[in-house]
């Protein structure tokens, strides 16, 4: 999930019982049989997984990113492809975790954030060391915008490191390469383009890479919010969480924020999106200003 997951959210899954589901309707002229029951097991599935409630008018996006698993994987049935995940914990996971979580992101997407992430940068000496998660890297557009603000606030030689992680094993990679097509980037201005990135030439003309300094101040890693096995040893200034915890129902999004608060400093900063209001967690975050919050 930012950058940010964008898979629809809709209410709890914990109490699906898919077998206990009639098969439903199977809609005619597809390549697989596709039934309201497979579609009930992908929802328990994901949620158990990733915590993602996926809305109930989403059977089209699920049937078109699946089939494609189960054209890799050789199943000629969502209902025997599932059954084989339910019975198995190895790499086809991760497979169908990336299938159902799509990736949208830009440099810089909301701008106010950044402007009040360089000001914060800004209140305390240059020397002093800061540690930042962004837990939604998506292919990178983010945590690159967060550092780009780091060394234009600090400088390039500032001690500043930035965790980068997604549950998404395939955007993590592309995030670590740090390469993008110019015409992705027109929202930045020839100031940052020239400082901070390197233009392809003849067979890679059109496409742009980040410079190693920028890669360089990045740890990229896979966690997943809902699992209680983050690697931190060591608590974090600045926390980026935006556009994921929409797509969680009520109780997990209280599991995450928990979790967040444990390995925020006292006082450190949280950024989430737009449409995310933790109101009801005033006793973990106060408001400190537009969908940012300081830990209690």
Avoid at 97 to 124: C, D, P, W
Avoid at 191 to 217: C, H, T, W, Y
Wanted: net charge positive.
């Amino acid at each position: 999930m930012s950058s940010a997951r964008r898979p629809e959210a809709a209410g709890a899954r914990e109490k699906l019982v898919a077998t206990a589901l009639p098969p439903g309707p199977v809609v005619q002229g597809r390549e697989f049989v596709w039934t309201d029951a497979d579609f009930s097991r992908v929802q328990a599935l994901i949620y158990q997984r990733a915590g993602i409630n996926l809305h109930d008018g989403k059977h089209a996006m699920v049937y078109s990113r699946l089939s494609r698993r189960l054209r890799e994987t050789g199943y000629t049935s969502f209902r025997d492809y599932l059954t084989w995940l339910e019975n198995h914990d190895g790499p086809e996971w991760q497979e169908f975790v990336n299938a159902l979580t799509t990736n949208l992101t830009a440099f810089f997407r909301e701008q106010h954030h950044f402007e009040i992430f360089a000001t914060l940068l800004k209140s305390r000496p240059a020397s002093t060391p800061w540690r930042v998660w962004c837990n939604a890297a998506s292919t990178g557009e983010e945590p690159y915008s967060i550092v780009m603000t780091a060394f234009e606030s600090l400088g390039n030689n500032a001690s500043f490191k930035l965790t980068a992680s997604d549950i998404d094993s395939k955007v993590l990679a592309s995030a670590s390469q740090g390469v993008y097509r110019l015409e992705n980037l027109k929202g930045l201005s020839q100031e940052r383009l020239q400082r901070f990135f390197m233009r392809g030439k003849d067979s890679n003309a059109g496409l742009i890479r980040v410079k190693p300094e920028l890669r360089k101040a990045i740890d990229f890693l896979s966690v997943n919010l809902i699992r209680d096995d983050w690697p931190f040893k060591e608590p974090f200034d600045v926390v980026f969480c935006r556009n994921v915890m929409i797509y969680f129902d009520a109780p997990t999004q209280r599991k995450v924020l928990e979790r967040i608060h444990r390995v925020l400093k006292p006082g450190g900063m949280l950024f989430v999106g737009h449409a995310e209001n933790f109101s009801e967690s005033r006793d973990l975050f106060t408001l400190r200003g537009k969908t940012v919050y300081e830990r209690r």
